[in-house]
């Protein structure tokens, strides 16, 4: 069974779309995080979420809108992608701040 | 604010030789400390956490940490390298108390040469 699910596993569009990206985890985790990976592979985190509530919500554009119906889910949405949205996305899950098991990651490409 | 410092961008050893990846925090406390690597187009797998206790401690992989206080310094080491252990290796500091973000280094590459 896989622990932490991302959907799709690549996502390639053009500029100015909307997209999503969706997330789940089967661990019974109260947190759930957004990572943004770069080309450098430089690993920022965007968000968090405990329980369905927003508790860390870094310096993202407010293109970008997190969405967790409930503490199994949290999915991304995109508005008007630019072409430096383009990078490796991961979904994460933690019991607190204890470890944090990682998706496999969803690699979108914006032209 | 927690950081962390990965100073190799990009280490190569051959296999079997022993591998010393360097990390060092920046925390006004004892924090929680993490090694994570992540394979080409996976995602990341923890290989061992400090959180109290033994300053040494032992991960998947046959890797091993040792939390040094007085250095701020986690390096991770492995006595024999298999090629099979090419691959990203990031170093993560994590604050103690509620829901804390946990920081990510900027990675090491490690390359395994025959």
């Known amino acids: 069974d896989t622990a932490v699910s991302q959907t799709p596993k690549y996502l390639v569009t053009q500029m100015g779309n909307d997209k999503s990206i969706k997330c789940e985890q089967n661990?019974?985790?109260?947190?759930m995080y957004w990572y943004k990976q770069d080309s450098k592979k430089f690993l920022k985190i965007m968000f968090s979420y405990n329980n369905k509530e927003l508790i860390i919500n870094e310096t993202v554009p407010n293109r970008f809108s997190p969405k967790s119906p409930d503490k199994a889910h949290l999915n991304l949405h995109i508005n008007s992608l630019e072409l430096g949205d383009s990078a490796v996305y991961f979904c994460a899950s933690s019991q607190e701040v204890y470890e944090q098991f990682f998706g496999p990651g969803t690699r979108l490409t914006v032209l | 604010a927690q950081s962390v410092t990965q100073p190799d961008i990009h280490i190569t050893v051959s296999e079997g030789a022993s591998l010393e990846l360097r990390c060092n925090y920046s925390?006004?406390?004892?924090?929680?400390l993490f090694w994570y690597v992540q394979s080409p187009g996976q995602g990341l797998q923890l290989l061992l956490k400090y959180f109290s206790g033994d300053t040494l401690v032992q991960g998947i992989k046959g890797f091993e940490a040792e939390f040094k206080r007085s250095q701020s310094s986690f390096n991770l080491r492995k006595p024999s390298v298999h090629w099979s252990d090419a691959a990203e290796y990031f170093c993560?500091?994590?604050?103690?108390?509620?829901?804390?973000?946990?920081?990510f280094g900027t990675g090491t590459k490690l390359q395994v040469i025959p």
């Open positions: 661990l019974g985790h109260d947190t």
């Open positions: 993560a500091v994590g604050a103690r108390g509620g829901y804390q973000k946990v920081t």
């Open positions: 925390y006004g406390a004892t924090p929680y």
